[in-house]
Structures are given as C-alpha cells and as structure tokens.
C-alpha cells in the first residue's frame, strides 16, 4: 500500500493537484494507494497518528508544493516545517518515505539532506512513484526511477528526470475532495500541459518541470473540466506555467472548452505570457469560460525587460490590457520590482505606464527570489560575494544560502525601497503594493495564510485570488 500525505497547511487552502494525479495515476497502475490531507485536517499531528495505528504502508509519499513563500519581506521557509513532520512519521511507521513536489523539484537533493528522508522525485511524479514502488517491492533498482533522488554507499544520487512526452494525466479527479478545496479555496487547478521554454532569469519552473513544453490532448483536458464540472468544481486555475506559451495549444484547448459548451458553465483563470497573445486568442479564451488573465509583466521599462530577459514591450502591455477589456476578461498584470538595474527612475516608468494602460489591478511585490541554478543566481555571483553585496537581501546569518529565502533588490532604490515604490503608487487603489519595511506582519497580496482572502471565500467569493482581494479593495 501507498500513502500520499499533502503537508501544505496554507490557507487560503489550495488543492493538490499533483497528488490528485499521482493517487489516481498509482490506482490505475493496480497500488492500492491512500490519500491523508493534512490541508483538510483540523489537527493534522492527531490526524497522522491515528492514521498510522491503523494502517501500515509499504512506502509513504510527502508532496512538498512551497519551499518558501517567495515574499519579500515575510521570508517563510518551508523547509523545517517538513523535517518536522518527516520526524514525526518516522515514529508512526518503519515505512521508507519519498517526498516530491514543485518545492522538492527545486532543491531536490537539499530537502534529502535536510530532513533526512530515504528518498525524493524531483519533476513528474505519477510514472515515477509507480516505479519506486515496484523497485522496493522487487530488485530495488533505484537508478531505474526517473527523477529519483537517493543514497548508496553514503552518497545522495540524483537520476535525470524524465519529463514524459507527449503527456497524458487521469481525468477522473476524485482522489483528494475538490468540492471541499473549492468552497476553502475558491478555486481548483487542472493542467493542459507542462515544462516552460520562456528564459526569464529568475523562474524556478525551468528546474521543477523542465524546458521542453509538453502537451496534453485538448480532448483529456476538457474531459477532465467536465468530470470537476459533475462535482460541482465550476471555477478553475488553469495551472501550467503560462496557459499561451504554445499559442496553438492554448487556442485548441479552448475550441475543444466551446465545442463541448464547457465555457457557459466554467470560470476559469490563468497565468499568461503578456506575448503571443492576440485578439482572437483573447475572443477565444473569452469565449471559453476565462474570466481572469495574470499576466506575467514584469516591467514596462525595456531596460528592466531586457535584464530579465522578457520577450515583451510595453506596447505588448498595453496591447494585452486592452485585448482583454475589449473581451471582457479581467486583467491583471504581475510586476517584479527591484531585480538587476532597476533604479528609481525605472521604476517609475514601470508604475507610470501601468497606471496609464489601466488594467483591472496589478501585483507591485518587491524583490527577485534569487534560485540556484538559474541565471538570476548567476549574475548575482557575478557582482561579487553575496554576503557584502548590497543588493541581497535576507533575513537569516551566516553565508549566503539560496536554498533558503535569500532576494534580490537593487540598491539603487535606496534603503527604504518599499516605502519608495508606494510613494510612486501614491495609494493609487489598482496596485497590490509591497508590504512597508516598517509592517512585516503585512499580508497585502501575499496568499501565504491570508486572513482576509479566507474570510471572504467562506462568505461566498470565488476566483483567483487577486480578483478576490481586487473586488474587495472596490468595494470600500
Ligand atoms: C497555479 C499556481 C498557483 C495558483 C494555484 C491555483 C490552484 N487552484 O491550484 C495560486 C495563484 C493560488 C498560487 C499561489 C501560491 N503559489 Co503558486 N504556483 C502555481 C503554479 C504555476 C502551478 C502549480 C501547480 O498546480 N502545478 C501543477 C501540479 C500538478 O504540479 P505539482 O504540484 O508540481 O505536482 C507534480 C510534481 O511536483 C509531483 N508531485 C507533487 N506532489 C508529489 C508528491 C510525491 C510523493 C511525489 C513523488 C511527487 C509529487 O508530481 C506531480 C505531478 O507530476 C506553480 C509553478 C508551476 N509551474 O508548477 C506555482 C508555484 C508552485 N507557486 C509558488 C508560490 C511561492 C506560491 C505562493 C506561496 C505565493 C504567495 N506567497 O502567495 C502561493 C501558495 C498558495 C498555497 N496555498 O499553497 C512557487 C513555489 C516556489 C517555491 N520556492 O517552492 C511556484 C513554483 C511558482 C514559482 N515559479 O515561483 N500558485
């Protein structure tokens, strides 16, 4: 037997959507296979122990989604939280215990260390958890799993992961309680693809789900809306990492969304590269249901678009704020503030242009999540130690290590960044500002355990959360 447990307690609650598949992937594959969601749990160290004195799997799966919450300046770190519970199942079973995730498939061979778990799966997880289980039940030929991350003669091996191609998930979607997440979370995931090809500097999607852009048939995807749909799952983040990045699937994805009249009783929103992104995929999208767009805007400076290595230009911005006004799609644009170059006078030419294109509401965060293995980490390095480099920022001592929240904010922008940015806002009620130097208790737009977004989804609100909190925001 295999046990699936999510560790990911962060309110407002998101569902699981990789163990979702994992659980019904390993089911399919003839494992018996249990699901403990500590999300859903009001005790979740009762909920462990009664678990375990009743069952005795033969290997116990963690899904780790947030190494940290990337929020400058809160800087919560994940990390211990999962050693904790990592200790606590090693008292509750002798069963060997594999964690895998977006936030394990970033510091894959780090979190093994760190809390001492026998194995990781670093990318896809359903054809991989099937093979560790076969290889521990049988010759236990661990090079054999794809992505595994493991130890021999002392030593922590990493196996290439396999980032299966074309790809195909289950669509049966009942293996973790969408109805529960929708009314806790105001919204489920569904995927149409994986991997991302965009070099932006500083993404960790790159690492967690490959480069190469892997599809999913349109027909399994609105298969698999329709199945949520019979739950009465009727909103939905589309959760690859930028729904466009193959225009022509995103395009297909949504005829099959029409064909099927899915669009009429969906709503769905979605991550977008602010290009491709033309009016009649916008018409299209529309017309399939979407009802949000978050684009990933970064800046409207060309100098900062260039650092970041983004493929857009301003005018591309304001061409998507306008496509999606003239489609009726709610726009958002999520800037990243204070990466390399940026200085004052960029960002105010950021902060200026947006307010003039007007979109629904834009994310103004505040520092650059600096990942190992990334570029952004590179050209970091390459201004010198890290540890006397202004432009790091980080709330721990010691050396730099970027395997935990360690950011990156121009010092250009002077010592008191944040209150600079709002100060350029100047209140202005379409930004999620960055949260004061001088209130870090702050949550703003920040849905690690955000009391406000909780309190309005159990009163009814549901969507993504930025139009949540944007609706809010309108109505004082
Ligand atoms: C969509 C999305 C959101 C949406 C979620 C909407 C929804 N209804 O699901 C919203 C906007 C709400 C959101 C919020 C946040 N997000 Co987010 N989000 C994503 C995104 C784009 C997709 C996540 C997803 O569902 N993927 C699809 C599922 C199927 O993949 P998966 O979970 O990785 O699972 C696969 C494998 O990892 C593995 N696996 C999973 N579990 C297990 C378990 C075992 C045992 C094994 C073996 C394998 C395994 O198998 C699965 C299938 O192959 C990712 C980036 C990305 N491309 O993945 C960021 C990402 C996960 N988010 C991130 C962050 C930081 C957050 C926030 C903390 C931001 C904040 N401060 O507010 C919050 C946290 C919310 C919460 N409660 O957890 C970061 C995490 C980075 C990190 N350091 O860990 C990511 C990676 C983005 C990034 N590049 O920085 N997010």
Redesign the pocket.
Known sequence: MLT?INT?T?L????????D??ATAAVQAGIETDIVDLCLSDDPAATLQDYFATHNPELV???F???????WPSCQWFVPRLAETVKTIRTLTDAPI?????????FPEQIVEYTNAEFG?R????P??ISLYRQLRHKKHFHQVDGLVWRSSGRIISNRPAWPQPLSLPTSRDAIDNPTYLAR?G???I?TKRGCNRPCIY???RL??GTTVRLRRPAEVADEAGTLLEQEVDVL?I?D?EFNIVPEHAYTVCEEFIHRRLGDRLRWYT?LAVTPFDAQLARTMSRAGCAGIDFTGDSASPLILKNLRQQHTKEDLASAVRLCKENGITVMLDLLLGGPGETADTAKETIDFVKKINPDCAGAPLGV?IYPGTEMAQIAAAEGPMETNPNIKRKYDGQVDLFRPTFYISQALGDRPAELIKDIIAGDKRFFEPISEADTAATDH???DNTELVEAIKAGARG??WDILRKIRNSY
């Open positions: 699936l990911n962060m407002p609650a998101i569902a699981p959507l990789g163990l598949y994992i799966g963690l899904s989604r947030n190494s940290d919450d990337c929020f594999v964690i895998g995730g977006v936030g394990f498939s970033i799966i990318g896809d997880g359903e991989a958890i979370g919204q489920c995931g995927e993404c960790a999607d967690a789900k983040h959760c990492s991550y999540r920040n849905y690690n993504a959360y």
